[in-house]
Each structure stands twice: as structure tokens, then as C-alpha cells.
């Protein structure tokens, strides 16, 4: 790479550290495939270009292709890039250039490996066997079938390796969101059981719960800034983006760029930002509530307590993936806050009705006698019940009847909230939404449990004594 008038920045210095170990035993790669994953403009396109001449120029005969979008943007890579980089670097003379349309190459004289392209079919890589393939903007392959075609050429070769690189893509992006959905868990086996799988896996991203428009997400997400990027130039970026973040997100944070639908009018949620409040917190009248996301991926607690300016705060007390976690924090949570009372909802076939009987077996249950609650017990809610408190929490919104401190879970949950008709009225609809909304629902529950049960536990008891005369 410094001869290609690229030297390495640190994370291509790591990245290329780990991908290219030799297995101290056999002396071949320890790795038969190296997924990478990062924004836009790192320096991605270089590292690759760096790889193939390496393999080129160290081993004979090594027969490496190069992929891209489509055949056309990898002939136009390879001629416009690749090729001129190498000319114009002290490399120039080491070797010839084949320009015959489908038969495209780069010999090196010494080794005699070339470097050639290919299109994205399934006939792609037949021929020789393949030392070496390389499938840059996995973003644009809709399904497996380069790499399928990839695979069987290279059974034969010891020193085999498989590199794909991308940016974020989007929904469509299938098979780049498969191989990135597998990295992740084959790093979160690594960390489990320190046994190395032969993949080796690098991503750089801004998981949801960063902010957008923080720099410290941006040192996180980008690791070329610093070296070829600056901070100024991603602010203008983002600038340019306000309307729609979505793009830079994508290009910038490496997150996945999903389909935005038409906004909900039954979410108000260009009232939440006024409605933040940093020092807002639960007083000790409070109600808590549960929620479960549909997939039972995820699960949130929420509370909602009555302020003395007559404002109602709602925060998201905890969220975490599964559902075993959240009856035993509830607990706990129970004990340490003597809540006023604790919703769930039913009737909406949501899936936290499935707590209901671990939830008796804990203690937390419905009262005997509905007109007569006592502190703590079980809010199940009726259909008419969730149908309004949906209505009274966006009427809360408008009127800036609501406190929150910004809670990233619980803000996304309101911009991607979406809402299902229930007669003349209408309920959040958890699977239409873009992304989990619990957080969202527990607070909507929580609000309403709080306004139902607190004045009746405050009526104070009848006293047949005070009341002779």
C-alpha cells in the first residue's frame, strides 16, 4: 500500500494484521473468508487494491478476480483505478495489461498471477481455479449466487481466501445483511468461547442508540477520521442531509437504510422534542408498565409519575433483548418503588400476555375486587382501556402534558411508532412499525394506570364512627 501511494491508516494496519495471519502449523491463512464493513470513504477500495497486488506479487500463479455493482463497474474500477494507481507508482514495468473486453487482466512478469474481473452471475469464477476473490460493494448483491459461483473454484487452492467489503446497504441488500447478521454472531462466539471460527469478521458502525449528530459517534463509526476525513466536513454532510437522514446514516454510520412509510397522523410527534425536560424524574406516586415486542426480541419496563406542575413524566426504566429478565426486575422494581399499579396489555393480543401467569406466580396480580386496588397490584387492560390511553397519550403530546428526558430508545420509538384502527379509533400497532416500540406502549400503559388507579387509592377509608350524627 506504500508503494502504492496509500500508507496504511490504523484500522487497515488491523484489519490486514488479522486477516493475513498464517496458521503457525500449516504456514497457509488462518482465514478462508474476511468480511468488511464500514462507512463510506475509509479508505476501503485501497486496502482491497492492496491485498490483490500483495497476492500477485508474493505467490506464483495466482489467478485473483475482482468483483463489484456489476461487470461494468468493475471493468471501470479495475481500468480507471486499479490500473492507473499502478502506473503511476514505483510498480509500473513489474507488469503487462490485458485490455480484450471479457478476457481483462494485469500479469505480473515475475509471478505470473493476474489480476482480473468478473460480472455478478453464477457463472462467475468458472474457468481456473481462483487463489483469490474479492467482492467489493456487497451492498448491490441481492443474493448469494457470486459467492456460490466463487466457492467451488477455490476447494483446490490451500491459500484460498474470499474477501466481500461494504458500506451499509438497505433492505434489499439480503445477502450483505446475511453475511453482516453472521459476523456479529460469530464475534459474539469469539468473546463466549475464544474459538476462532475460519472467518475472519471487521465492521465499524453506529448502532441506533448513538446520536446522529454527536462527534464522539463519528470517532466511533469512522476510523479514517483524523487521517483522510475531517469533523467539519462530516458536520456539512449531516447539514445537507437534515431532511432526510436516512442517507447519511447509511453512507456515514454504516446502519442499514430502511424504507421510511408515509407518517402516521395519529402520532404527534413533532411534539415530543419541546417535551423534553433534563432534570424531569419519577416522584414517589408512580405506575409502571410492561411490554413485549412482537418477535419477543425485546422487552421494556416503563414508568409514569404525576409532577407538580401537572405534567406527567414518562421514562423507560430498563430494555433489554429476550423476555426471562423482565418479571424478575419487575420484582425487584416493585419492592424498591411500591408502585400505584402495573399495566399490561391483553386484549390487543400483545405478546407480553404471556406473563401473565409467571407474573401471578411472583405476587403481581389483578386485585380481587377491580373497584378496590391496593398499591402494586396488576393492570390488565380492556380493550376500550388501550384505546384510550393510546388517544389520551397523543392528547397529552399535543397539549405538553407530557415530561421526558430523551431517552434514545424511547424517542425512536415515537418516530417510528405506528397506528391500526380499532373502530373509530385507533391503537399503536407494534408490527407495523419500523422498530421495536415497547418502550413507547410501556409508557402509554404506565400514564393511563397512573390517572385510573391513583384516585381511587386515594379516597380515604369510610369511617362509621366520624360519620354518627
Excluded at 462466539?189 to 446522529?212: K, V
Excluded at 408490527?431 to 381511587?456: E, K, N
Aim: with cysteine; aromatic share 8%; hydrophobic share 40%.
Amino acid at each position: 500500500m506504500e508503494r502504492l501511494g496509500y500508507p496504511p491508516m490504523p484500522w487497515q494496519r488491523y484489519v490486514l494484521d488479522v486477516a493475513l495471519e498464517l496458521d503457525p502449523e500449516t504456514r497457509l491463512p488462518a482465514y478462508r473468508e474476511v468480511g468488511l464493513s464500514v462507512p463510506r470513504q475509509q479508505g476501503k477500495t485501497q486496502q482491497l487494491l492492496g491485498v490483490m497486488v500483495h497476492r500477485c506479487m508474493a505467490w506464483q500463479r495466482q489467478n485473483v478476480i475482482y468483483a463489484a455493482q456489476d461487470r461494468n463497474h468493475a471493468r471501470k474500477r479495475w481500468e480507471d483505478e486499479f490500473l492507473t494507481t499502478l502506473d503511476l507508482s514505483p510498480l509500473n514495468g513489474r507488469y503487462r495489461t490485458r485490455k480484450t473486453n471479457g478476457n481483462e487482466a494485469i500479469i505480473w512478469r515475475a509471478t505470473r498471477s493476474n489480476l482480473g474481473v468478473t460480472s455478478n452471475t453464477t457463472q462467475a469464477g468458472h474457468g481456473p481455479p481462483l487463489d483469490l476473490g474479492v467482492i467489493d460493494e456487497a451492498f448491490a448483491h441481492k443474493d448469494d449466487r457470486l459467492e456460490q459461483a466463487f466457492s467451488p473454484a477455490m476447494v483446490t487452492r490451500d491459500m484460498a481466501q474470499l474477501w466481500w467489503a461494504s458500506a451499509g446497504g438497505t433492505e434489499a441488500s439480503i445477502w450483505l445483511n446475511a453475511k453482516r447478521k453472521t459476523g456479529r454472531e460469530l464475534i459474539e462466539h469469539l468473546w463466549a468461547t475464544g474459538e476462532h471460527s475460519a472467518t475472519a469478521y471487521f465492521e465499524w458502525f453506529a448502532p441506533d442508540d448513538m446520536r446522529r449528530d454527536d462527534p464522539a459517534t463519528w470517532r466511533a463509526t469512522m476510523p479514517a477520521l483524523g487521517h483522510t476525513i475531517t469533523e467539519a466536513v462530516i458536520r456539512a454532510e449531516l447539514e445537507k442531509a437534515s431532511d432526510d437522514p436516512s442517507g447519511f446514516d447509511r453512507a456515514y454510520l454504516n446502519r442499514t437504510r430502511k424504507a421510511v412509510p408515509p407518517q402516521d397522523p395519529n402520532v404527534p410527534k413533532a411534539k415530543w422534542p419541546a417535551l423534553f425536560d433534563p432534570g424531569s424524574q419519577a416522584g414517589p406516586d408512580l405506575a409502571l408498565a410492561i411490554d413485549v415486542a412482537p418477535l419477543r426480541d425485546w422487552a421494556s419496563i416503563g414508568v409514569a409519575s404525576a409532577r407538580e406542575d401537572g405534567r406527567i413524566h414518562v421514562e423507560l426504566v430498563d430494555r433489554r433483548p429476550g423476555t426471562e429478565w423482565i418479571v424478575p426486575a419487575l420484582v425487584r422494581l416493585v419492592d424498591l418503588w411500591d408502585p400505584v399499579a402495573i399495566g399490561i396489555d391483553v386484549p390487543t393480543r400483545s405478546p407480553a400476555g404471556s406473563l401473565l401467569e409467571e407474573l401471578a406466580e411472583a405476587g403481581i396480580k389483578p386485585p380481587e375486587e377491580p373497584d378496590k386496588p391496593a398499591r402494586g397490584d396488576l393492570m390488565v387492560f380492556h380493550l376500550a382501556e388501550v384505546v384510550s390511553a393510546c388517544g389520551q397519550l397523543a392528547d397529552a403530546m399535543k397539549r405538553g402534558q407530557l415530561a421526558h428526558i430523551d431517552q434514545v430508545p424511547l424517542t425512536a420509538a415515537v418516530n417510528g411508532a405506528r397506528t391500526r384502527p380499532l373502530g373509530d379509533a385507533w391503537a399503536w400497532h407494534r408490527r407495523s412499525a419500523q422498530i421495536d416500540i415497547s418502550p413507547l406502549v410501556t409508557a402509554t400503559l404506565a400514564r393511563y394506570a397512573l390517572l385510573a388507579r391513583l384516585p381511587l387509592l386515594a379516597e380515604a377509608p369510610y369511617d362509621p364512627v366520624a360519620n354518627i350524627g
